[in-house]
């Protein structure tokens, strides 16, 4: 059973950048045939897709937040991890990390950790 | 881009009832591409279906999807008291994914 885990700090400064992590157990980041993904939610408000990375390192990532973001993996710890730079007050979000199954060709979020909720404040 | 309406933005119906909720998108999507989550408060998305009719693991026969193009529904054929929550639309298209804006179900 293939679980996800977000870990990362709660309170960001502006201008500062966000750095999340995401644990995968009880599989392989490395087997492939999955999209490792990151996606937020603004509180009370709906989700939006942020990038995934793929475990060969390549990366696809949202057009309105391109410019900022960075998503990266670790295959050695089984973890990917999202960078967001120069965060403003609307970046504060719950963040989630979500498995794509691209091998049963779902291309759907099938598994997704918890969520964590950061906030943008001074 | 491509951008998933939904509607209506939130619906009130009773246990027992039969509940119909839209996806439009801005352009065609494929049907392999298109799929929907539930959503309940402090939780994560709950995958429901995918590929605009296949139901995902253990999500009860109740759910069903339909539509192509750019017209995508989720039915629930009889409310349970645990259907009541958040719904969202999903679709994958040139490497790029994006959300519908949510359907709230509610209690009537």
């Known amino acids: 059973q293939v679980q996800l885990q977000e870990s990362g700090p709660g309170l960001v400064k502006p201008s500062q950048t966000l750095s999340l992590t995401c644990t995968v157990s009880?599989?392989?980041?490395?087997?492939?045939?999955?999209?490792w993904s990151w996606i937020r939610q603004h509180p009370g408000k709906g989700l939006e897709w942020i990038g995934y990375?793929?475990?060969?390192?390549?990366?696809y990532y949202n057009p309105s937040l391109k410019s900022r973001v960075t998503i990266s993996v670790d295959t050695s710890k089984n973890q990917f991890s999202l960078k967001l730079s120069s965060v403003t007050a609307a970046d504060t979000a719950v963040y989630y990390c979500?498995?794509?199954?691209?091998?049963?060709?779902?291309?759907?979020?099938?598994?997704w950790g918890q969520g964590t909720m950061v906030t943008v404040s001074s | 881009e491509i951008v998933l309406t939904q509607s209506p933005g939130t619906l009130s119906l009773s246990p027992g009832e039969r509940a119909t909720l839209s996806c439009r998108a801005s352009?065609?999507?494929?049907?392999?591409?298109l799929a929907w989550y539930q959503q309940k408060p402090g939780q994560a998305p709950r995958l429901l279906i995918y590929?605009?009719?296949s139901r995902a693991t253990g999500i009860p026969d109740r759910f069903s999807g339909s539509g192509s193009g750019t017209d995508f529904t989720l039915t629930i054929s009889r409310l349970e008291p645990e259907d009541f929550a958040v719904y969202y639309c999903?679709?994958?298209?040139?490497?790029?994914?994006?959300f519908g804006q949510g359907t709230k179900l509610e209690i009537k």
């Open positions: 999903q679709q994958y298209g040139s490497s790029l994914y994006s």
């Open positions: 590929g605009a009719s």
């Open positions: 352009q065609s999507v494929s049907s392999s591409y």
């Open positions: 990375i793929y475990y060969s390192g390549s990366t």
């Open positions: 009880g599989g392989s980041i490395s087997s492939g045939g999955y999209y």
């Open positions: 979500a498995r794509v199954d691209t091998a049963m060709v779902i291309f759907a979020f099938d598994i």
